[in-house]
């Protein structure tokens, strides 16, 4: 009887609530059961008018000209080819991956496994030693680039190695990894030449940098786990490029000079193999030299042109090659203040600018066949969105592919004259749609229910505010809490980012907000979030004012997003908290001392809390080395500010968190002790710089906690 | 206007609550601002029946048989003395101690500094480099032993010195220092002989002890500071002995023989030079062996007896050799369920035990002259109290000399046959008389005011409850909430420590208990304390019924203690917290955990969570190793209980404490939140097993802050 009745209690409660999000749901299932549908794995197959798509078990492609759809196998087919290849089977279709027109590629086990499509059948099995790691593949012959421990290797189709390099046993070398910490849009180590003829890779000489000592504390007796962390205006790493001529086994180093305190950038192979390209960087960064260098004696040939910046020149993109014309490529650059195509050739001389505009180009898609069209995304029709265009190189006709609002992922089939439309906005949760590649759409592929039908989801609105100048337009997103409507004032918090990199507001599905700011909206919270000047999206001009001073023009538009929420009427204007992580939470903690009148409740996870104590690849940029910018390091040191806390502040940190590393957080908390100032700390043990996986839920748990019970 | 009233209400705000305790006075004024006025630096003078003590600026003497009372000089005399030997003047004469009948010892700057009384006048400057440490007075010959880093030096009173060792620069080896992490009573690493001919020393190797890795965070990039850790089970370090002839220069090494990791304990000389006594301990701890060495050479000569334990032996007090019959020692030992005397001669025979009965001899205070009777200070009135005694070596009558209940320090001059009885108690905050050792009372010296008087001090009472065996009896002291008469409920901390080696209620002023017990109590609290087996003061039977089982018993009185705060009508049964430090700690989560109905919230201070991260020396004597020990282990691992926790804790930890690591804390959260269990934490960054100084207000704020939002 009584066991009834709890049952019934609870079924009650339960169904009482199921319109809101718990916690777990709010941390996770945005990308879990509340994903909108999508047509799995969709890509194009390789010279074909085709694409192809999961279904359950199924590869199922569709002839975009003709519509005519098939199965090409299930799972089940592809299990059995394996095990007769005596392989273990794969869990899902989702991960293979088209490698030519006849091959696809899948993962069986520790295996890549090359599969012929008709009759379906293993072609190729590629077996790499447990701790192979950077595995990147020469299409040219099929060589496979990988990387034990910080030695380089190279596999070749019948499963023997090259070893490319044998100093990755000394202290502090690293070879063909990403180097300069993955900045400069460094992404890999390895750069295979366009026959794959040479590998050119990165070494790294990590040997002069101090060591920051994190710590395991799962091992009994804790165990030491140094990295190298080069803090701002130390003694750097010294990167080198070398190139492996696979036939010869012959390495030749380029012979980039001095200071060897500098950043290799964007390496790029001459299309005829006999010249590497180079974007050097000074280490203040205000210079770049694209230099080319002679493969076959590592010779400096000659600078094809320089680019320099008042504040910082960050090249991210290595040059693009045309086919027809290959003295001829396309360079991205940021120098008019916002970032565009020029199409130059290998004389250095720049034979005209592509794209002009107060907007930046973000991704280049790729050129038809006789390279007289580009395509590309870029922000043009808004920061906020990104949409598909395409530029006549010739008259410089920019065309716009895409139409409806929002955030745009478009599958190019260049060849063939098609895109598949892959977009979301914040009224669409997602949407794919098949057109030509002359604007013409063919047809609807799938438009995705509302996954919150039938939640009680808070209201967004995007909302433009203009900056403190007067001028520049600042994109912000409020989620209202449920019942805002119905009178009464409600609490603020303001989520936060700003710093470069990284664009919060987007026209996206849900506004770019994660579901947790919904959840809070749920429990009576107003969520406000605003992208500042300096953050991402909006070009170097947009960015680069916060340079030698992070933090000002950051708060100031924060601010900004304050005095916004204090025009409404529905919120309460002495119950405004700030939440953010990394750059986050160094505006968190700015913002909880700096208008400390206005904020009453600050959690900053990870956060930077003196810019000296950051790496020098990031910092320097943005500030300058303490030395050359002192004032600056002084004004933005929030430990010396510690006393001026006022609200009720909480730092969470992971403990062997190696990018914002936990000095941060501790020198912080010394000072607020020294001062006799509370404040609240936690940590997640064996974290790095975020919180990821399930343990993720504690966190966001724990936020919600904080601001439930002090704000 | 305005600001007139705002000056009148803080004025009234004052005056409202100047009868309570603020968190500072409440964390720190305890030993300061309230501390009861005494008699500074009272102490015999040797050699004669006068004793001095401090007053203002002037060294007081008086003839304890004529009561004459005399001026000895001024601080104004003596630093007019230094001064002109050219020595920094001292700030005080509390430092000032007696070294002779006509010498006393200062220390001025970094040197000590002999002065004669009369006429006053400087005898010997001794000057020491800036980092010696352990200095250790031969009088016999008026050397100093002494360290620098690791290794040892002997100062000559000429000011030149010896290097004894030097190997100290080798990793890992340590000379001349407190061994075996200071347990069984080791409190330095040099011995002189009686007349000074040899020193006996110490030398660890700890090179084949782990490292952990703490580390420094206030350097611009965290340094690693390593510290030999040995946990429970694993490799210890290495003890020797050796003896160094100051007149050859040559040291001789005890052979003291295998298994090397051992433990050499409570060194002693023979009056006549010629031995050497140690008191081996195995690493079980659960046999002692007290052997003689040979000086000459080293050898082992021979066993005088032994003491082994079915739980663990643990002598503390090296053989107290008597100077009419050299051939005769004391010897101090637990042996029979409480610490008692007894008399042995150097074949190792027992003379006689001197004392017996349930309750422990406490302090060896002397002999007389013709060695019949030995005074001491024992339990045998109350284990909360203590008194001064003689026992009679022929007759073992024993009688006691002190007559008020409470705690009495005597300072006792043996061979003038006086002594001043320094004691407090609950009732008596200081008092200060002078008796003869025949145990007549001469006259009251000081009797010091109340120094709370004025405030409004919570009534705190003595409680004796009875433990769930039945018959052992548990003290306890409730502090109980300003108006607990007028009705209500009000909630309760129980502050709790329950490891061996500490005794938290006795009967002293304020009941043993901290100011900040009362400042709770003035805040509404019920405050409650009681030690429960396995404290100190009642005996070896009563310590040791933990042995393998740490937090067993503990938590059974704890829970006879609750049951009593629940008989009361004031006590809010739904809001009991506990609190506790290190081995407190322990017990705070252990009640936490495993009577999670019962503690609401709790602050956990350097707890330790798993006992197979803590240290060999203490660890095994009362849980053996995880080896021999896995079930107790197993059981008393908190943090594979962790998902156990319903109510609010909060752990706290130092970041270099090197004694109870602050990897206990860190697994334990890391399980918390594995399991998705609410914890709280905080930091105190740089400060090792306590919080001390300053920062202890910002630390019990914290936990006050804990219990006021959460009780």
């Known amino acids: 009887m009584w066991v009834t009745a709890l049952l019934l209690l609870s079924f009650f409660a339960g169904a009482q609530n199921s319109t809101r999000f718990n916690i777990d749901d709010a941390t996770l299932a945005q990308w879990g059961k509340y994903r909108p549908v999508t047509l799995l794995a969709l890509q194009w197959r390789p010279s074909s008018e085709s694409y192809t798509y999961v279904s359950g078990d199924t590869l199922v492609q569709v002839n975009a000209k003709s519509g005519a759809k098939a199965t090409l196998f299930t799972l089940n087919d592809l299990n059995r080819v394996l ?37 379906l059948s293993v072609e190729q099995v590629i077996s ?8 990147d593949y020469a299409p040219a012959n099929g060589l496979f680039a990988y990387t034990v421990s910080n030695n380089l290797y190279i596999q070749k189709q019948d499963n023997s190695s090259i070893q490319v390099t044998n100093d990755g046993a000394e202290a502090g070398i690293v070879n063909g990894q990403a180097v300069h910490r993955s900045e400069f849009g460094i992404r890999k180590g390895t750069f295979w030449s366009p026959k794959a003829t040479y590998l050119a890779f990165y070494r790294m000489d990590e040997s002069m940098v101090t060591n920051y000592p994190l710590v395991d504390v799962t091992t009994r007796i804790a165990t030491l786990q140094n990295t190298k962390y080069p803090m701002a205006g130390m003694t750097s790493h010294e990167v080198s490029v070398g190139v492996f001529n696979v036939a010869t086994g012959k390495t030749v180093y380029l012979k980039t000079g001095e200071p060897k305190e500098q950043y290799l950038t964007n390496i790029a192979w001459a299309p005829d193999e006999k010249s590497v390209y180079v974007a050097i960087v000074n280490r203040a960064q205000n210079h770049m ?52 195509f020029y199409l130059y050739n290998t004389d250095g001389k720049l034979v005209k600018q ?91 592929l799938l438009v995705a229910e509302n996954p919150y039908a039938g939640m009680d989801m808070p209201e967004m609105e995007m909302v433009t505010l203009t900056a403190k100048d007067g001028e520049t337009p600042l994109y912000g997103r409020i989620i209202k809490p449920l019942g805002y409507k119905e009178g009464g004032k409600h609490p603020v918090i303001v989520y936060v980012y700003g710093g470069p990199h990284l664009q919060l507001v987007t026209d996206t599905w849900l506004g770019g907000a994660r579901l947790w700011e919904y959840y809070m909206a749920q429990k009576g919270y107003v969520m406000f979030t605003v992208d500042n000047r300096g953050s991402y999206g909006r070009g170097h001009k947009f960015e680069s004012v916060i340079h030698r001073q992070l933090g000002v023009k950051e708060m100031e538009d924060q601010l900004t997003g304050v005095d916004y929420l204090k025009s409404l009427p529905f919120v309460d204007q002495d119950r405004i908290g700030v939440h953010g992580w990394s750059f986050g939470g160094f505006m968190t903690t700015s913002l909880m001392l700096k208008a400390s009148d206005t904020f009453k409740v600050g959690v900053a996870g990870g956060p930077v809390m003196d810019w000296s104590l950051y790496e020098v690849m990031y910092g320097e940029r943005y500030m300058d080395t303490p030395q050359e910018n002192p004032e600056g390091y002084e004004e933005s040191n929030l430990v010396k500010k510690a006393s001026l806390l006022k609200g009720k502040l909480m730092l969470i940190h992971g403990d062997v968190d190696g990018t914002v590393v936990m000095q941060h957080s501790l020198q912080f908390i010394k000072e607020c002790v ?19 996986g399930r343990d993720r839920v504690h966190l966001m748990q724990k936020v919600t906690d904080y601001f439930d019970s002090n704000l």
């Open 83 to 119: 095990s007769e290849a005596n392989l273990r089977p794969v869990r899902s279709l989702a991960y293979a991956s088209w490698r030519a027109n006849q091959q696809l590629s899948v993962t069986s086990g520790a295996k890549k496994v090359v599969v012929n499509v008709s009759p």
């Open 128 to 135: 790499f030693t447990d701790d192979a790691a950077g595995v």
């Open 289 to 340: 030299w694209l230099n080319e260098y002679d493969v076959a004696t590592g010779q400096f040939v000659k600078t094809l042109f320089e680019e320099t910046s008042e504040s910082y020149v960050e090249p991210q993109d290595a040059m693009i090659f045309l086919s027809t014309r290959p003295n001829e490529f396309i360079w991205q650059s940021s120098r008019s203040g916002n970032k565009h």
């Open 354 to 444: 592509l794209t002009s505009g107060g907007w930046d180009v973000m991704q280049v898609i790729g050129m038809d066949a006789k390279e007289r069209t580009l395509y590309y995304t870029s922000t043009q029709e808004s920061p906020m969105q990104r949409h598909l265009y395409s530029v006549d190189l010739k008259s410089l006709k920019v065309t716009k592919l895409t139409a409806e609002h929002g955030t745009h992922n478009p599958l190019v089939n260049v060849e063939k004259g098609y895109f598949l439309d892959v977009f979301s906005s914040t009224d669409v949760p997602n949407c794919i749609d098949l057109y030509t590649l002359k604007g013409k759409r063919v047809k609807n």
């Open 674 to 692: 020294s001062n006799g100032v509370p404040v609240d700390f936690f940590i997640y043990p064996q974290h790095e710089h975020n919180v990821r």
